[in-house]
Protein backbone atom coordinates (compact mmCIF):
# COMPACT_ATOMS: atom_id res chain seq x y z
CA UNK A 1 0.00 0.00 0.00
CA UNK A 2 1.53 3.20 -1.02
CA UNK A 3 1.76 6.34 0.98
CA UNK A 4 -1.77 8.29 0.49
CA UNK A 5 -3.53 10.94 2.76
CA UNK A 6 -0.19 11.53 4.59
CA UNK A 7 0.28 7.71 5.73
CA UNK A 8 3.31 5.95 6.17
CA UNK A 9 3.85 3.79 3.23
CA UNK A 10 3.73 0.05 4.18
CA UNK A 11 4.14 -3.12 2.28
CA UNK A 12 2.08 -5.79 4.57
CA UNK A 13 3.83 -9.40 4.77
CA UNK A 14 3.72 -12.47 7.09
CA UNK A 15 6.73 -12.42 9.37
CA UNK A 16 8.81 -15.61 8.49
CA UNK A 17 9.58 -16.52 12.06
CA UNK A 18 12.05 -19.12 11.37
CA UNK A 19 13.80 -16.74 9.39
CA UNK A 20 13.61 -14.00 12.16
CA UNK A 21 14.64 -16.84 14.82
CA UNK A 22 17.21 -17.90 13.02
CA UNK A 23 18.95 -14.73 12.56
CA UNK A 24 18.88 -13.83 16.13
CA UNK A 25 19.94 -17.01 17.67
CA UNK A 26 23.10 -15.57 15.67
CA UNK A 27 23.94 -12.75 17.66
CA UNK A 28 22.97 -15.11 20.45
CA UNK A 29 19.21 -14.19 20.84
CA UNK A 30 16.77 -16.51 22.02
CA UNK A 31 12.94 -16.22 22.44
CA UNK A 32 11.75 -15.91 26.12
CA UNK A 33 10.34 -18.61 28.15
CA UNK A 34 7.36 -17.79 30.45
CA UNK A 35 9.67 -17.79 33.57
CA UNK A 36 12.13 -15.71 31.88
CA UNK A 37 9.67 -13.09 30.98
CA UNK A 38 9.27 -11.39 34.44
CA UNK A 39 12.93 -11.34 34.92
CA UNK A 40 13.49 -9.83 31.55
CA UNK A 41 11.28 -7.00 31.86
CA UNK A 42 12.88 -6.46 35.54
CA UNK A 43 16.47 -6.06 33.96
CA UNK A 44 14.91 -3.42 31.52
CA UNK A 45 12.92 -1.32 34.18
CA UNK A 46 16.47 -1.22 35.68
CA UNK A 47 17.84 -0.34 32.80
CA UNK A 48 16.35 2.30 31.60
CA UNK A 49 14.76 3.76 34.88
CA UNK A 50 10.50 3.17 33.73
CA UNK A 51 7.86 0.42 33.95
CA UNK A 52 7.41 -1.36 30.88
CA UNK A 53 4.69 -3.82 30.28
CA UNK A 54 3.37 -5.79 32.59
CA UNK A 55 4.50 -9.08 32.50
CA UNK A 56 1.09 -11.18 31.99
CA UNK A 57 0.46 -8.77 28.89
CA UNK A 58 3.94 -9.00 27.17
CA UNK A 59 3.49 -13.38 27.94
CA UNK A 60 0.43 -12.89 26.07
CA UNK A 61 1.52 -10.94 23.02
CA UNK A 62 4.14 -13.41 23.00
CA UNK A 63 1.90 -15.98 22.83
CA UNK A 64 0.25 -14.13 20.03
CA UNK A 65 3.11 -13.64 17.77
CA UNK A 66 5.50 -16.48 19.10
CA UNK A 67 8.48 -13.49 18.46
CA UNK A 68 7.91 -10.46 20.78
CA UNK A 69 9.98 -11.69 23.94
CA UNK A 70 13.29 -11.92 23.37
CA UNK A 71 16.15 -12.37 25.63
CA UNK A 72 20.15 -12.38 25.36
CA UNK A 73 22.52 -14.65 27.93
CA UNK A 74 22.03 -16.63 30.84
CA UNK A 75 21.65 -15.20 33.29
CA UNK A 76 19.95 -12.47 31.18
CA UNK A 77 21.48 -9.34 30.24
CA UNK A 78 20.01 -8.17 27.35
CA UNK A 79 16.06 -7.73 26.33
CA UNK A 80 14.44 -6.56 22.85
CA UNK A 81 10.39 -6.49 23.10
CA UNK A 82 9.74 -6.19 19.61
CA UNK A 83 5.75 -6.21 18.66
CA UNK A 84 4.41 -6.51 14.92
CA UNK A 85 1.53 -4.14 14.06
CA UNK A 86 -1.38 -5.19 12.14
CA UNK A 87 -2.77 -2.33 9.61
CA UNK A 88 -5.13 -1.16 12.31
CA UNK A 89 -1.78 -1.27 14.74
CA UNK A 90 0.04 1.24 12.45
CA UNK A 91 -3.15 3.52 12.04
CA UNK A 92 -3.70 3.62 15.93
CA UNK A 93 0.26 4.42 16.17
CA UNK A 94 -0.35 7.30 13.38
CA UNK A 95 -3.32 8.68 15.44
CA UNK A 96 -1.37 8.42 19.01
CA UNK A 97 -4.27 5.28 20.11
CA UNK A 98 -2.01 2.42 20.43
CA UNK A 99 -1.26 1.65 23.85
CA UNK A 100 2.03 0.12 24.05
CA UNK A 101 1.14 -1.35 27.83
CA UNK A 102 -1.88 -2.59 27.05
CA UNK A 103 -2.27 -3.11 23.38
CA UNK A 104 -5.80 -3.58 21.04
CA UNK A 105 -5.74 -7.39 20.08
CA UNK A 106 -7.31 -6.02 17.08
CA UNK A 107 -3.65 -3.75 16.26
CA UNK A 108 -1.26 -6.79 17.06
CA UNK A 109 -0.40 -9.11 13.91
CA UNK A 110 -0.62 -12.03 15.37
CA UNK A 111 1.60 -15.06 14.26
CA UNK A 112 0.49 -15.96 10.59
CA UNK A 113 -1.29 -12.53 9.70
CA UNK A 114 0.13 -9.78 7.88
CA UNK A 115 2.28 -7.17 9.60
CA UNK A 116 2.52 -3.80 8.54
CA UNK A 117 4.61 -2.10 11.07
CA UNK A 118 6.97 -3.07 13.83
CA UNK A 119 6.77 -1.07 17.74
CA UNK A 120 9.90 -1.82 19.58
CA UNK A 121 9.03 -1.62 23.15
CA UNK A 122 12.72 -1.93 23.96
CA UNK A 123 15.79 -2.89 22.97
CA UNK A 124 18.91 -2.66 26.13
CA UNK A 125 21.49 -4.52 27.45
CA UNK A 126 23.20 -4.66 30.53
CA UNK A 127 26.74 -5.76 29.52
CA UNK A 128 29.29 -4.56 26.43
CA UNK A 129 28.48 -8.10 25.07
CA UNK A 130 24.69 -7.48 25.48
CA UNK A 131 24.68 -3.83 24.14
CA UNK A 132 26.67 -4.65 20.99
CA UNK A 133 24.43 -8.02 20.23
CA UNK A 134 20.94 -5.36 20.50
CA UNK A 135 22.49 -3.17 17.94
CA UNK A 136 23.92 -5.75 15.64
CA UNK A 137 20.40 -8.28 16.34
CA UNK A 138 18.29 -5.03 15.58
CA UNK A 139 20.14 -3.75 12.75
CA UNK A 140 20.16 -7.16 10.97
CA UNK A 141 16.46 -7.48 11.94
CA UNK A 142 15.24 -4.39 10.46
CA UNK A 143 16.77 -5.13 7.27
CA UNK A 144 16.16 -8.68 6.59
CA UNK A 145 12.73 -9.25 8.30
CA UNK A 146 11.12 -5.96 8.64
CA UNK A 147 12.96 -3.74 5.76
CA UNK A 148 9.29 -3.31 3.74
CA UNK A 149 6.85 -1.46 6.89
CA UNK A 150 7.77 1.22 9.23
CA UNK A 151 9.33 0.87 12.42
CA UNK A 152 8.38 2.39 15.49
CA UNK A 153 9.91 2.81 19.24
CA UNK A 154 10.36 5.44 22.54
CA UNK A 155 13.56 7.12 23.17
CA UNK A 156 13.37 6.22 26.77
CA UNK A 157 16.94 7.26 27.75
CA UNK A 158 19.31 9.77 25.88
CA UNK A 159 21.61 6.63 24.90
CA UNK A 160 18.45 5.01 23.34
CA UNK A 161 17.67 8.20 21.11
CA UNK A 162 21.75 7.75 20.29
CA UNK A 163 21.37 4.17 18.82
CA UNK A 164 18.55 4.94 16.92
CA UNK A 165 19.87 8.06 15.15
CA UNK A 166 22.86 6.21 14.66
CA UNK A 167 20.48 3.44 13.16
CA UNK A 168 18.82 5.95 10.83
CA UNK A 169 15.68 6.59 12.70
CA UNK A 170 14.06 9.99 13.46
CA UNK A 171 12.00 11.37 15.86
CA UNK A 172 8.24 10.67 14.20
CA UNK A 173 6.80 14.30 15.26
CA UNK A 174 3.50 12.48 15.99
CA UNK A 175 2.28 9.69 18.40
CA UNK A 176 2.87 9.33 22.17
CA UNK A 177 5.82 11.06 23.50
CA UNK A 178 9.55 10.41 22.70
CA UNK A 179 8.63 8.27 19.65
CA UNK A 180 10.94 7.64 17.56
CA UNK A 181 10.51 5.85 13.54
CA UNK A 182 12.31 5.08 10.53
CA UNK A 183 9.83 4.47 7.65
CA UNK A 184 9.56 1.35 5.43
CA UNK A 185 13.17 0.68 3.44
CA UNK A 186 12.05 -0.96 0.41
CA UNK A 187 9.05 -1.38 -1.74
CA UNK A 188 9.16 -5.13 -2.78
CA UNK A 189 9.16 -6.28 -6.04
CA UNK A 190 5.80 -8.43 -5.05
CA UNK A 191 3.02 -7.45 -2.89
CA UNK A 192 1.25 -9.46 -0.75
CA UNK A 193 -2.72 -8.57 -1.79
Known amino acids: MANTN ?6 PFV ?10 A ?8 KPEIPLMLDLGEKLVGDRLIAPATLAHLH ?9 FGDPIAGLV ?29 AAG ?6 YIGIYAGETKEARKAVMSGAGVIRVTVYAQVPCFARAATADGA ?30 VS
Open 113 to 118: ELCAAL
Open 63 to 71: DLTGIAAWV
Open 15 to 24: VDQSKMIEQM
Open 162 to 191: RSMESLGWRPAGFGADKLWMQGALIIPEQQ
Open 81 to 109: ISVPLSELGLRAVEANQFVAQSPDEKHIA
Open 26 to 33: AFGWRTAT
Open 6 to 11: NRLATY
